[in-house]
């Protein structure tokens, strides 16, 4: 049986931050429920729902996909989790969706425990991005240097199209523009939490676990 935190958490920061490879550690970890909005919107494209044959030109050229599209698969993620313990990966990503969700949380009496912002570099960001390769099942993620995939699944690794070099400018530039702002929402609101995202997987995560245990104590 796995430990319970009881938090609802965001984990946020540029595309890159490791916010997937983190999310996936602490959903492992403490059984918490992953809502990834990205993962979510590729499986869309790759089962040509509508949702996703209307998501698919945003993704692929680094832009955000409309507000309410992403809105209705973060709500049905939530609902699956019953609004306790999930970690959200990528949502959310502009303010009217910050106050989308901090408002559809609370009146739920539900609301979010923290955004835990994971800070890297823009430099850092286009190493890490542009060393990047998706399992092309599992969606896991995968880095040449610091995460290498096993021989045996090295043909199942993909390259994400956005993480092509002029698609990782354009996505920084949508997150300076659209997403760095939250900052000052969710700080305002006392909810952000940062963590330095430079470092090896293991340590990242262990500066993660370390802020959500005295969160924890302090929340519940
Ligand atoms: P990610 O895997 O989180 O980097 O997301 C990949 C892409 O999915 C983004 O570049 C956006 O095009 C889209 N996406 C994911 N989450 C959101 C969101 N919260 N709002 C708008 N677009 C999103």
Redesign the pocket.
Known sequence: MQPQLGLRIALFGP?GAG??TQARLLCTRFGMLHI???????RAIKEQTPIGLE?RA??H???????E??RDL?EEAMRVSAFEDFVL??????CQ?AEWLTGFLNRRERPLSAIVYLMLSDEEVVTRLSRRRVHKETGENFHLDYKPPPPEIQHLMLQ?R?DQPAAIRH?LR?YEAETQPLVRYFSKAGLLHEVDALGSIETVHARVCALLQSLKGRLN
């Open positions: 595309p916010k997937g990834s909005t990205g993962n979510i919107l590729r998501a945003y993704i050229q680094g832009n955000l996909v409309p507000d599209l992403v973060a990966d990528g949502y959310p990503r502009t969706q994400r956005d996505r949508v």
